[in-house]
């Protein structure tokens, strides 16, 4: 088993290896460990490996080529894609997907990622054109998030969306400015089931894009910075969503 194969890939560090194994959700072909004296993440890796059947394989240092320098990694298939009609019912009411509209950059989908999965959502959505692929890149710096976010894509975003409405979504499109204050929202718009929509570092949403949005919500800037990174305005974004979501459904 190689990583030149063009169907696998090679997920590098102790967080996208545990995460994928933990989830299952990838063809899991084989973990390589760099030999030599073995920390305990790495031998709980290893051991964790072998519960699940996966062959590992022991690399004498010389001939370890991992840039930059690292202990393991899992040789394994790509993250299988969802319908949306399955995307949709993901999760356990009320569900927050996250649509994104032009993210190319992986370190920046990966970041979201991370951010979408610690905030609860039930999945991405992105399109076919203008984003991202799911590789190696992305997992790592979701820190392995990825292996358990549910992802459809899709030729139209908008279509998309528009279909998603029809199933009892709300969605709310993040824009820099012209739109509503996101900490001032009302308690009716913040509960069930929701999108959030961001767009491209630069950009932002395209026209299209934004007529399909219910509501533009803003964050509030305090100080002199204009504007936050896309993967920052994820996070401002889906943990105040998610909390006043909560807040808006108790008793």
């Known amino acids: 088993m190689t990583g030149s194969d063009p169907g ?9 290896v545990l995460e994928a194994l933990r989830a299952g959700r990838r063809a899991l072909h084989q973990v390589r460990v760099r030999e030599g004296a073995r920390p305990r993440p790495i031998a709980e890796l290893v051991e964790l490996a072998g519960q699940l059947g996966v062959p590992v394989e022991e690399v004498e240092a010389g001939k370890w080529h991992e840039e930059p320098p690292g202990q393991i990694e899992l040789l394994a298939g790509a993250l299988p894609e969802v319908s949306l009609e399955d995307l949709a019912r993901a999760g356990e009411a009320p569900r927050t997907l996250v649509a994104l509209d032009g993210v190319e950059d992986p370190q920046n989908l990966g970041a979201i ?5 610690a905030a609860g959502a039930s999945g991405l959505l992105l399109t076919r054109r203008r984003s991202a692929p799911l590789s190696a890149s992305v997992s790592r710096a979701s820190a392995g998030a990825i292996e358990w976010l549910p992802v459809a894509r899709v030729t139209n975003l908008v279509r998309a969306l528009k279909q998603l409405k029809t ?6 499109g993040s824009t820099p400015e012209g739109g509503d204050d996101l900490f001032s929202l009302p308690d009716r718009i913040v509960r ?6 961001l767009g491209g570092e630069g950009p ?7 007529r399909a949005v219910d509501h533009r919500v803003v964050i509030p800037m305090a100080g002199r910075v204009a504007s936050l990174n896309v993967g920052a305005a994820a996070a401002v974004t889906l943990f105040e969503l998610t909390r006043r979501g909560r807040l808006a459904s108790s008793p």
């Open 204 to 210: 932002g949403l395209r026209p299209g894009t934004l």
């Open 113 to 117: 990622a991370r951010v979408a999965e």
């Open 8 to 16: 696998i890939q090679r997920l590098r560090g102790i967080h996208p």
């Open 167 to 172: 199933m009892g979504f709300w969605v709310f």
């Open 192 to 197: 069930g089931d929701r999108i959030v929509v």
